[in-house]
Every structure is written in C-alpha cells, then in structure tokens.
T-cell receptor, first 117, second 116 residues
C-alpha cells in the first residue's frame, strides 16, 4: 500500500522563476493538503483540494496555486519565486468520503525541499 | 495569539526513561481535535496520536499517551521507555472549524534527543 509520494525531492530555483511540485495521495484518500515548512518552524497550511476544487486556503498570496486531478493527485505551483519561498513543502492526504473530518489524521509525504538562489 | 504553543524548543532524555512534551492550545470552538506528529530528519511527518475534544479518556497508542487537560487547554505527549529512534522533532497540531472545514494548525515543535 503506497503512501503519499512527492516529487521531486529537492529543487533549486532562482528568484522570479516558477516551480511545480507534485503529490500522489495515499491509496484510498481523496483529499490533498499542501504545507510550507520553513526551517525551524512548524508546517503552515497553504490550501486543500477535494473533488478537484480548492476547498480551503491559508494565508498565502495568489502566487501559490494548485490543482487536483481526477485520480486525486495534486500539483502545487508557485510563480515569481522569492528568497522567502525557500522551505520544505509537504503534501498530506486524508479521506473525507463518508467520514468525519475532525478526527482524520493526515498522512504526509517526505516533502520537496525547495531552495531559491 | 498563538493557537498552538510548544514551550520546549529542545528536550533531552536518557534511553528507557519517560519524557513529557508540552503543548497548550487556544480555541473557543467546543469541537476540535488534537494531534501529535513526529518528524525525523528525513522530513516525513508521522502521525502518532489523536485526542478529540469530547473524548472522556486520554488517548494511548503503544508507548505514546496524551495527557489531556481540557480546562487548562493542555495536551501533553508522554513517551514511555524512550528509544534512540525517538530522536526527532515533535509537533502538536489542532484542528478546529474554519469556514466549513477543519484546518489544522501546527506548533513550532520540540526537538527530542534520546541519549544512550
């Protein structure tokens, strides 16, 4: 049973560039959330996708956008990269199908470490 | 105000001893969930234990237990019989209702080092 997989594992970009990160959820999960984790901090919620739509969004600018595909996989896109976007980007999946949300633990991938030069 | 506060940036414990990692939270919602995650140096966040706001008993999962004190808004993680592999960052998180969905908020984490 494959868990959450993210690609790539590491990425180096320069300021002003654009980046796309990818995530495949755990088998049986239909919801994907993205987090940004700066060094020495806890994860910060970016947004969540369910049924191919953005369901909830955290306090991140419009430079951060996403997409969910019919197979539940997801992409995170960041435009006009800034030095401050350097972080570990975590994808987490869970299932909303017929279950209460509040007690559903999220399953995380290993993350993509993004460095901006 | 911080929704999740973890006051211990770092903790040290001897192998086989018990350790308590502190977490306090802030919410006015009567319905919420509390989670603890472990993050090794590899980066993956590993779910450890969950406590619901209406649960009457403290949650336990193997060597992990959650000391839930609702009136004090405290949800401390207790790890019994520490092992070298327990060395990692530990994050407390809370889920409360926000705009129709439950969005989790994480604390800043506690670094645990287990000495042989």
């Amino acid at each position: 049973d494959a868990g959450v997989t993210q690609s790539p594992t590491h990425l180096i970009k320069t300021r002003g560039q654009q980046v796309t990160l990818r995530c495949s959820p755990k088998s049986g999960h239909d919801t994907v959330s993205w987090y940004q984790q700066a060094l020495g901090q806890g994860p910060q919620f970016i947004f969540q996708y369910y049924e191919e739509e953005e369901r909830q969004r955290g306090n991140f600018p419009d430079r951060f956008s996403g997409h969910q595909f019919p197979n539940y996989s997801s992409e995170l896109n960041v435009n006009a990269l800034l030095l401050g976007d350097s972080a570990l980007y975590l994808c987490a999946s869970s299932s909303l199908r017929g279950q209460g949300e509040i007690n559903q633990p999220q399953h995380f991938g290993d993350g993509t470490r993004l460095s901006i030069l | 105000a911080q929704k999740i506060t973890q006051t211990q940036p770092g903790m040290f414990v001897q192998e086989k001893e018990a350790v308590t990692l502190d977490c306090t939270y802030d919410t006015s919602d009567p319905s919420y969930g509390l989670f603890w995650y472990k993050q090794p140096s590899s980066g993956e966040m590993i779910f450890l234990i969950y406590q619901g706001s209406y649960d009457q008993q403290n949650a336990t999962e193997g060597r992990y237990s959650l000391n839930f004190q609702k009136a004090r808004k405290s949800a401390n993680l207790v790890i019994s019989a520490s092992q070298l592999g327990d060395s990692a960052m530990y994050f407390c998180a809370m889920r409360e209702r926000s705009g129709g969905s439950y969005i989790p908020t994480f604390g800043r984490g506690t670094s645990l080092i287990v000495h042989p």
